[in-house]
C-alpha cells in the first residue's frame, strides 16, 4: 500500500526539523566551527545586526565547567581581532592572560594597594557631550547608589540618594570617589540649604553609605577606585583584559565588576579622548563580563547592569555574559522579584545565546526561559566537548566549535589537572 507524498515549504518543514532545515546565517564574520549537520558555521554580531537578522548585539554564553564555553570565547576574540574588531574583557578568575600573552599585551590587574587604579566616575566623553551637568551628575549618582545598596545590602533611601546627589555635585566635573566620601562625610553649607537642610543632619543622612563607599577608599578594597584613572594606561591593543583574580573571593566581587565594567564604558565612550587612549580610532568593540552572574545579586546593580545592556549599541559595542548555568541568573533573587525579571530582561537583551552541555537538573528550566523546544531541550545534557545550541535571531543551529593547534595552547585552562608529580609518583 502507497501513501501519498507529503509537501511542505522549507519554511513549515524547518519546524518540524529545526536543525536539518534551517537556513543558515551566510559566510560573513569569523568561522567558529561546523554546523553539525553541514556545513561551516560563521558569526558576527555586528554584521548580523547590520544585516537585520538580529536587532541587539549582545551575547549570552552558558556552559558546564569543561565544555568548552571559555574556550570558544577566547578564539572568538582572538579571530575576530582578524576583522579590527578590539575586545575588552573583565577577567574575574585571571584565565585570559593566555589570550593575552599571545596578543602581545599584559593584563591590568587589579588588587588592593596596588599600581592601578581605574576611576569608575569616569564619563563616556562622546556620550556626554549632549548631556547636561545635572544629567551627568544623575548617572554618576545611579552608580553610586547601586554600589552602597551592593554595599549595604538594601536599597538606599531617599535621604542617602539625595546625599550621594549632592556629594557628585560638589566634587566638581571630575569627581572621583574620596572627593564624593568627603563631600557625604563633611557636606558644604550650600549643600544643606538646597534640601531645607541643616550640615549635620545632611551627614547623618548620607553617612551609612559614606562608610560603605569609603571600603573603596581606605579600606580593605583601597588602591583601585579611589582617584583619578592612572594615566599611561595602554588601550591601543586589540585587547584589554582587567584581571580581577586577587579579589575572586571577596564577597564584594558584584562591587568590583560593576566599577570595572564602568570604567570600561567610559573608556569605550570617550574614543580617542579616555586617559591613556592615544590615537586610537573608534570601531568595534566586544566586551566580555565573565563571571555576570555576581553583578545579578544585587538590585542596584543589576539595574545598573541592564541600563548598561541597553547602551551597546551607542557605543557600537557586543557585550557578552559568561557563566555556568541560567540558574545562576535567576537566583539572583526570589521567585517573581525585579531582580528575576531584570534578570530576564538580560536574557531578552541578549539575541545570541550560545549554551553548552547542560545537567538534567538544568535542562527544564533552560527550556522555559529559552523557548527551546522539546527536540533542543533534549540536546543540551547530550552535548559534547566544544559543541554548543546556538540561538541567533530566533534560528536555532548545532555547532561543533573547532580550535586549530596554536589556539589550543593558547586557550587551555587544564594544564593543571594534567600535570604530573614529581618523580613520576
Known amino acids: 500500500m502507497s501513501y501519498p507524498a507529503h509537501r511542505a515549504t522549507t519554511r513549515h518543514l524547518g519546524a518540524a526539523y529545526p536543525f536539518a532545515v534551517a537556513e543558515g546565517l551566510g559566510s560573513g564574520g569569523v568561522v567558529v566551527g561546523h554546523d553539525v549537520f553541514g556545513g561551516i558555521f560563521s558569526f558576527d554580531p555586528f554584521e548580523l545586526y547590520a544585516a537585520g537578522v538580529i536587532?541587539?548585539?549582545?551575547?549570552l554564553v552558558l556552559g558546564q565547567i569543561g565544555r568548552g564555553k571559555s574556550a570558544f570565547v577566547k578564539s572568538f576574540l582572538w579571530r575576530q581581532a582578524l576583522f579590527g574588531t578590539r575586545a575588552w574583557v573583565v577577567d574575574p578568575k585571571g584565565e585570559y592572560g593566555g589570550l593575552a600573552r599571545a596578543w602581545g599585551v599584559a593584563p591590568l590587574r587589579l588588587l588592593p594597594g596596588g599600581n592601578l587604579r581605574l576611576n569608575p566616575l569616569d564619563m563616556p566623553l562622546t556620550s556626554a557631550q549632549g548631556l547636561s551637568t545635572n544629567e551627568k551628575a544623575r548617572r554618576r549618582g545611579e552608580l553610586l547608589a547601586a554600589l552602597a545598596s551592593a554595599s549595604l545590602g538594601r536599597a538606599v533611601s531617599p535621604e542617602e540618594r539625595s546625599a550621594i546627589d549632592l556629594a557628585v555635585e560638589a566634587s566638581g566635573s571630575e569627581p572621583t570617589l574620596p572627593g564624593v566620601v568627603e563631600a557625604m562625610l563633611d557636606p558644604s553649607e550650600e549643600s544643606a540649604r538646597s534640601l531645607h537642610s541643616a550640615r549635620r543632619l545632611l551627614a547623618a543622612d548620607g553617612r551609612q553609605v559614606a562608610l560603605e563607599l569609603r571600603r573603596l577608599v581606605t579600606g580593605d578594597l583601597r588602591g583601585m577606585f579611589d582617584g583619578h584613572t592612572t594615566p599611561g594606561i595602554d588601550l591601543d591593543g586589540p585587547l584589554v583584559v582587567l584581571d580581577l583574580s586577587a579579589l575572586y573571593r571577596s564577597d564584594a566581587l558584584g562591587v568590583i565588576i560593576t566599577c570595572a565594567t564602568a570604567w570600561l564604558q567610559a573608556a569605550l565612550g570617550a574614543g580617542d579622548r579616555a586617559p591613556g587612549a592615544g590615537d586610537r580610532a573608534p570601531g568595534r568593540v566586544i566586551v566580555v563580563v565573565d563571571e555576570a552572574w555576581a553583578v545579578m545579586k544585587n538590585l542596584a546593580v543589576a539595574r545598573?547592569?541592564?541600563?548598561?545592556?541597553?547602551?551597546?549599541?551607542?557605543?557600537?559595542?557586543?557585550?557578552?555574559?559568561?557563566?555556568?548555568?541560567?540558574?545562576?541568573l535567576l537566583s539572583a533573587g526570589a521567585a517573581g522579584s525585579e531582580q528575576v525579571e531584570l534578570a530576564r530582561g538580560l536574557l531578552a537583551d541578549s539575541e545570541t545565546r550560545v549554551v553548552y552541555g547542560q545537567a538534567p537538573s538544568e535542562v527544564p528550566e533552560a527550556r522555559r526561559e529559552l523557548g527551546l523546544s522539546l527536540t533542543e531541550a533534549g540536546l543540551l545534557g547530550q552535548l559534547g566537548r566544544g559543541v554548543a545550541l546556538w540561538q541567533v535571531g530566533g534560528r536555532s543551529f548545532v555547532v561543533r566549535h573547532l580550535l586549530s593547534p596554536a589556539e589550543q595552547q593558547m586557550v587551555d585552562t587544564d594544564a593543571a589537572m594534567r600535570a604530573r608529580p614529581p618523580n613520576g609518583q
Open 304 to 328: 545598573w547592569l541592564q541600563s548598561s545592556w541597553k547602551l551597546a549599541r551607542s557605543f557600537g559595542v557586543a557585550n557578552v555574559a559568561v557563566m555556568h548555568r541560567l540558574s545562576d
Open 55 to 59: 536587532t541587539s548585539p549582545n551575547m
